[in-house]
């Protein structure tokens, strides 16, 4: 069978995977698998051999990153539901200062937004900025929101543990080095978190609103007395710090080569699964702190269902990753591997960003980038051609997809409306604000990315 018509079909397939989510409203887990099945008869694939690549693709994601999504989701529930993002919101004010309340938001937005989802980390974190807005009343509300809202977003689709990098991680075969992801996604992250407090003061001066400030003290002062004791700041930088710390004891050991009993132990708190387990056990300790443990069960279980949609939809990316690789899509791929290569680190954000504006989810789009690129190590995957053979470029690719992945944020996606419902917004201060910042700080961490790749790949 030719590459081309191996590349036309794997290009309609994608849309048709667009096409059934966007439009139909099918769920991208069944999209993915009913693409994956019927392209595997397309191009070929013995029919036969088709019900273990299916099986293979789909478990392999398991065994590689399902618990630690699990692990990850649970930490961001736990935070969320003490009241440790208001603690952390406080603590982000008191070290930046009320009179620069755009950089608070925005700093509040991306630690928040590294364990919690975007559009919780928001509608948690919303009553604060109306709260400083009124108590300045020189500020724009847009200008902070839309601090807030890049803050969050920068962190959900660039720094483990939230779901999507961490399964780009996995696709890419990074996903033991998760602290090194960690790490490159903070260090991309600075730039464009630069870019994104100079844009929102540029909202400033643009693009105004009033909100009902008696309304604001309100709600803000309801939303505090909801809970009744907030977490000391020990507990509430501990389940997300403790991970990153030991994985960098994991680290540590292997570039020291401690080897024997010690090295073994060093090697085990780091794995990221024990890692992060460790995590959740101080978010434990904070329901104990905050009187809350009895609820521990209702939390799990919220974060298994929140969790699980997320998990299937990886594995079904697993599938279609391995139906390609199974199809020969690579061969074709390598035998134009000039023009191919010579996009580099631009070739998954385009993909993803194309993903992303056509339907909508970020998650979505950061898997399924993954799953068309596959694994560094493997030596047939689209990795491989592009020329990333290392674990940093594994790492730079994941930035890259996660880049495109916030490109750009418009009317089918969940958290524009988040957004701008929870701002006051109408549709068209929608685009210039929500919209028009995705474009901005995507550009801004693509460009981030590349230069970075030209020091450390």
């Known amino acids: 069978m030719s590459g081309m018509f191996l590349f036309c079909a794997l290009i309609i397939a994608i849309f048709v995977i ?7 409203n099918i769920h991208a887990f069944l999209s993915l698998m009913c693409v994956s099945l019927v392209l595997a008869i397309v191009v070929g694939i013995p029919l036969g051999k088709i019900p273990s690549i299916i099986g293979s693709g789909f478990s392999s994601i398991f065994s590689s990153i399902g618990i630690v999504i699990i692990l990850g989701a649970l930490i961001g529930t736990i935070l969320e539901k003490t009241g440790a993002a ?7 004010i008191n070290f930046v200062g009320e009179k620069r309340p755009n950089l608070a938001m925005m700093i509040m937005g991306w630690v928040v937004g590294i364990p919690v989802f975007c559009d919780s980390g928001y509608v948690v974190l919303n009553p604060i ?3 400083i807005s009124q108590k300045i009343l020189s500020s724009n509300p847009l200008g902070m929101a839309v601090a807030l809202s890049g803050g969050l977003y920068i962190a959900h689709v660039l720094i483990p543990p939230t779901p999507g990098p961490i399964a780009a991680a996995g696709a890419l075969g990074a996903g033991e080095n998760l602290l090194m992801v960690i790490l490159v996604g903070v260090l991309v992250s600075i730039p464009i978190l630069f870019v994104l407090y100079f844009f929102s003061k540029f909202i400033d001066k643009k693009v105004f609103l009033q909100e009902d400030k008696q309304e604001l003290i309100k709600t803000y002062d309801e939303l505090k007395s909801e809970f009744k004791q907030l977490p000391s700041g020990f507990s509430v930088i501990m389940p997300i710090l403790a991970p990153i710390l030991f994985m ?3 680290s ?8 024997g009993f010690l090295g073994d132990i060093f090697k085990f708190l780091g794995a990221p699964i024990i890692a992060l387990g460790i995590g959740v056990l101080f978010g434990v300790y904070q329901l104990y702190e905050t009187k809350k443990l009895s609820e521990f069960n209702e939390i799990t279980q919220e974060s298994l269902k929140v969790v699980g949609p997320i998990i299937f939809i990886t594995a079904a990316g697993g599938v279609l990753g391995k139906v390609i690789s199974e199809a020969g899509f690579v061969n074709f791929i390598k035998e134009n591997a000039l023009y191919i290569s010579s996009m580099g680190i631009f070739f998954p954000f385009i993909i993803a960003a ?5 339907q909508g989810s970020s998650t979505v789009a950061i898997i399924t980038t993954a799953s068309i690129l596959g694994s560094y190590l493997d030596p047939n995957s689209v990795m491989s051609v592009l020329g990333f053979s290392t674990s940093m470029s594994a ?3 994941v ?8 490109c750009v944020s418009h009317a089918n996606d969940s958290y524009f409306w988040v957004v701008t419902n929870f701002s006051s917004m109408d549709t068209t201060r929608g685009y210039k604000t929500q919209t028009l910042m995705t474009f901005v700080i995507a550009i801004a961490g693509i460009i981030s990315v590349y230069i970075f790749s030209l020091f450390l790949m």
């Open 129 to 131: 900025r109306k709260a």
């Open 354 to 358: 194309i993903l992303k504006t056509a």
């Open 248 to 250: 960098a004891l994991g």
């Open 252 to 259: 540590l050991a292997a570039i020291l080569k401690i080897d």
């Open 395 to 397: 790492a730079l690719c």
């Open 399 to 406: 930035m890259a997809i996660g880049c495109g992945a916030m």
């Open 86 to 92: 208001l603690k952390l919101a406080d603590m982000v």
């Open 18 to 24: 667009i096409y059934m989510i966007a439009k139909l």
